[in-house]
């Protein structure tokens, strides 16, 4: 009977977990749990038609990956093929949500074509187990499926990967 429970929980872990090469379980931000900066929901199922690169950010650690967004922004790719999403983790941090908000409004400006995303419950922490407290990249095709997944910074090496991944995915 143990071994019956432990397997159904990594089977359902398993199921949750974003793995490369597939898509990830659908999952929705909206209402008290979060949405875009302009109160909208958002659904994973919006990360097809483009190739997508999600950075799913504790605030505490907002530019640690900055590296990776400005040369994403420096390659000047056609924004109808690819973009991205910046899912902001408001739960991993004890700066209150109005000044965050205001720091994302900045950011908006600097990346107009990004869309902004307030995670205000974990949610992809917990659906997707993604990394807590941490700068997580997720890289997507145009299917949605998982092609590029880091927890934590990325190095210069790993953003030479990453531009010619999209490249090569083009």
Do not use: C
């Not at 872990?13 to 597939?22: I, R, T, Y």
């Not at 907002?62 to 922004?73: C, H, S, T």
């Not at 659906?127 to 990249?137: C, P, R, T, V």
Request: charged share 30%; no cysteine; net charge positive.
């Amino acid at each position: 009977m143990k071994k019956i429970i432990i397997g159904l929980t990594l089977l359902m872990v398993s199921l949750s977990a974003v793995e490369l090469g597939k898509v990830p379980p659908a999952v929705s931000i909206e209402g008290k749990d979060g949405g875009k900066l302009d109160g909208s929901a958002w659904h994973s199922s919006m990360l097809k038609g483009k190739i997508y690169t999600v950075f799913y950010v504790d605030p505490d650690e907002r530019d640690l990956n900055n590296p990776l967004a400005d040369a994403l922004k420096a390659r000047k790719f056609d924004r109808k093929k690819v973009n991205s999403v910046a899912i902001i983790n408001l739960a991993a941090t004890w700066i209150p949500n109005v000044i965050l908000e205001s720091l994302l409004k900045k950011k908006q400006k600097k990346f107009p074509d990004t869309i902004y995303v307030k995670d205000k419950k974990k949610v992809l922490v917990n659906k997707w187990e993604l990394a807590d407290d941490n700068s997580d990249i997720l890289i997507f095709d145009q299917k949605g499926k998982l092609i590029y997944k880091k927890f934590g910074k990325v190095s210069e090496k790993e953003i030479k990967e990453v531009i010619s991944l999209i490249e090569k995915t083009l």
